[in-house]
């Protein structure tokens, strides 16, 4: 195969092969994926050694005929160190005014950068901030939206396939892990205002918090003529719910409901088959209840060891705790659950 090194144990596979099991060549070549010119080489090279059969370093001997030059490299130098402010732009074509010289732009940066011929500012690495989980069920919440596999559809399929598409909600506590979700068949401000509401009456409380990306189903307002606000910002205004967004592009800060969605698809969509959205609304539901009911490591309890618990231990221990003083908490529960 073009571009490819063998090692030299391959190489004396292949040989004994061909010479020791008298393999046909061509057979050999097929099935080691080589040149038939290549073991006609190793066979001259082979001495009975594993050191005969060793790589050889690819480097030239000699330089590249257009490799910069000793003239060049001093003429770089030079004005590098005349002007060490200049931009790379200009400083190529400062060459190519004084000196002629015809390289491209990115083999001047490359040659300089390559070697180290001006001091490049060292940047901060930057470190993450540990994440603040918090203790009592009711303070954050992380929603997420993700797409139901296609190939788990297996009902008719209409001529414009890009119609029969669906997507699942996800809404999880981050205190508990205790998850809500939910199929539709849009991915819309409506929809989202309608998870919202329904995500409230499982979980029996209204959150402080909601986190979410900056998906349009979360962000773009209403439309022209309307407020500039989301539907989904309109009902956690009145529930006095704080939105709050995550940095772009870094889906990590919302981890909880993205591992969770890893979950669904070791676990769920793996096996799953629907023929219409009344069984995957059936089939999530039961889904969302085993989710709940099944132990996870990363829960802890009183003495913050890490403990298998599942989310609804998790939620009426911590229940229990704020009903003994033990833990402080402002949850509001909705009147359904309070009764």
Same mark, same amino acid.
């Given at each position: 195969m073009k571009g490819k090194k063998y090692s030299a144990r391959e190489k004396r596979k292949a040989l004994a092969m061909w010479l020791d099991e008298k393999k046909d060549v061509e057979l050999v070549a097929y099935k080691f994926k080589c &040149?038939?010119? #290549? +073991?006609?080489?190793?066979?001259?090279?082979?001495?009975? &050694?594993?050191? #005969? +059969?060793?790589?050889?370093?690819?480097?030239?001997?000699?330089?590249?005929?257009?490799?910069?030059?000793?003239?060049e490299r001093e003429y770089i130098v030079e004005l590098l160190q005349e002007r060490p402010d200049i931009s790379y732009a200009e400083a190529l074509g400062e060459l190519r005014t004084r000196y002629g010289y015809s390289r491209t732009y990115f083999g001047f940066y490359r040659f300089v950068v390559k070697n180290s011929l001006r001091p490049t500012e060292e940047r901060e690495r930057y470190i993450a901030k540990p994440y603040d989980t918090p203790q009592m069920l009711g303070v954050k919440m992380q929603m997420d939206v993700k797409y139901v596999p296609r190939e788990c559809y297996k009902g008719v399929m209409p001529s414009d396939e890009k119609r029969t598409r669906f997507f699942q909600y996800t809404m999880i506590d981050e205190a508990t892990r205790e998850r809500f979700i939910y199929p539709y068949t849009e991915q819309s401000a409506r929809a989202t205002r309608d998870f919202i509401k329904r995500a409230i009456v499982f979980f029996g409380y209204i959150p402080a918090c909601i986190q979410t990306d900056n998906g349009g189903e979360f962000t773009n307002p209403r439309g022209a003529g309307c407020k500039k606000v989301h539907i989904a910002d309109e009902i956690m205004n009145k529930l006095k719910i704080k939105h709050q967004l995550i940095r772009a592009y870094t889906?990590?800060?919302?981890?909880?409901?993205?591992?969770?969605?890893?979950?669904?698809?070791?676990?769920?969509?793996?096996?799953?088959?629907?023929?219409?959205?009344?069984?995957?609304?059936?089939?999530?539901?039961?889904?969302?209840?085993?989710?709940?009911?099944?132990?996870?490591s990363s829960l802890r309890d009183r003495d913050g060891k890490r403990r298998w618990q599942t989310p609804l231990q998790k939620r009426a221990e911590l229940l229990e705790m704020l009903k003994a003083g033990d833990i402080e908490g402002n949850i509001r529960f909705i009147k359904k659950h309070v009764a």
């Amino acid at each position: 195969m073009k571009g490819k090194k063998y090692s030299a144990r391959e190489k004396r596979k292949a040989l004994a092969m061909w010479l020791d099991e008298k393999k046909d060549v061509e057979l050999v070549a097929y099935k080691f994926k080589c &040149t038939i010119q #290549s +073991l006609y080489r190793w066979r001259r090279a082979y001495n009975g &050694t594993l050191e #005969s +059969l060793q790589n050889k370093s690819s480097r030239p001997h000699t330089p590249h005929p257009m490799s910069h030059t000793d003239a060049e490299r001093e003429y770089i130098v030079e004005l590098l160190q005349e002007r060490p402010d200049i931009s790379y732009a200009e400083a190529l074509g400062e060459l190519r005014t004084r000196y002629g010289y015809s390289r491209t732009y990115f083999g001047f940066y490359r040659f300089v950068v390559k070697n180290s011929l001006r001091p490049t500012e060292e940047r901060e690495r930057y470190i993450a901030k540990p994440y603040d989980t918090p203790q009592m069920l009711g303070v954050k919440m992380q929603m997420d939206v993700k797409y139901v596999p296609r190939e788990c559809y297996k009902g008719v399929m209409p001529s414009d396939e890009k119609r029969t598409r669906f997507f699942q909600y996800t809404m999880i506590d981050e205190a508990t892990r205790e998850r809500f979700i939910y199929p539709y068949t849009e991915q819309s401000a409506r929809a989202t205002r309608d998870f919202i509401k329904r995500a409230i009456v499982f979980f029996g409380y209204i959150p402080a918090c909601i986190q979410t990306d900056n998906g349009g189903e979360f962000t773009n307002p209403r439309g022209a003529g309307c407020k500039k606000v989301h539907i989904a910002d309109e009902i956690m205004n009145k529930l006095k719910i704080k939105h709050q967004l995550i940095r772009a592009y870094t889906p990590r800060h919302n981890g909880k409901v993205e591992r969770s969605h890893r979950s669904d698809n070791e676990g769920f969509y793996r096996t799953l088959t629907f023929t219409d959205y009344d069984e995957l609304k059936v089939k999530m539901q039961d889904w969302c209840n085993r989710y709940n009911n099944r132990p996870h490591s990363s829960l802890r309890d009183r003495d913050g060891k890490r403990r298998w618990q599942t989310p609804l231990q998790k939620r009426a221990e911590l229940l229990e705790m704020l009903k003994a003083g033990d833990i402080e908490g402002n949850i509001r529960f909705i009147k359904k659950h309070v009764a």
